[in-house]
């Protein structure tokens, strides 16, 4: 099994409604983002998958989310824009979209700072 990683970064300011303290407040972050894609078998350029593809597929995404206030974006109309929803949502975005035989999205984490983070993966 091979497992590649990007990282990107986003800004984007959120509120967790109904939870007490500070984070119920409007806020921002500075998010970063890491993907992992898993795939058993190399094509004949030696290589899982390009990294441009999953570059390309994850900054679509991105995009969607950059300077955004999370909580006004359909994505997040019924749900918390939380670390761990952020992460899913980026998870199922990307996973809909890359189409590569033998290679899927095996996990996406959500840094909100430096020391907290969620990460999202599909059990099976």
């Not at 409604?17 to 078998?41: A, D, F, M, P, S």
């Not at 998958?49 to 597929?57: L, T």
């Not at 359909?74 to 890359?98: D, G, V």
């Amino acid at each position: 099994m091979y497992e590649l990683k990007i990282s990107t970064q986003f800004a984007a300011a959120h509120q967790l409604r109904g939870l007490e303290g500070g984070c119920e407040n409007l806020h921002g972050h500075n998010w970063k983002i890491e993907v992992c894609v898993q795939g058993n078998t190399l094509g004949n350029d030696g290589l899982l998958i390009d990294f441009r593809v999953i570059k390309g597929e994850t900054k679509k995404v991105i995009d969607e989310l950059d300077h955004k206030f999370l909580n006004e974006l359909a994505s997040f109309e019924n749900i918390e824009p939380s670390s761990e929803n952020i992460a899913r949502h980026i998870f199922e975005s990307i996973s809909r979209k890359l189409n590569v035989p033998g290679v899927k999205i095996s996990r996406v984490t959500a840094w909100e700072s430096e020391s907290a983070c969620a990460s999202y993966w599909v059990d099976e």
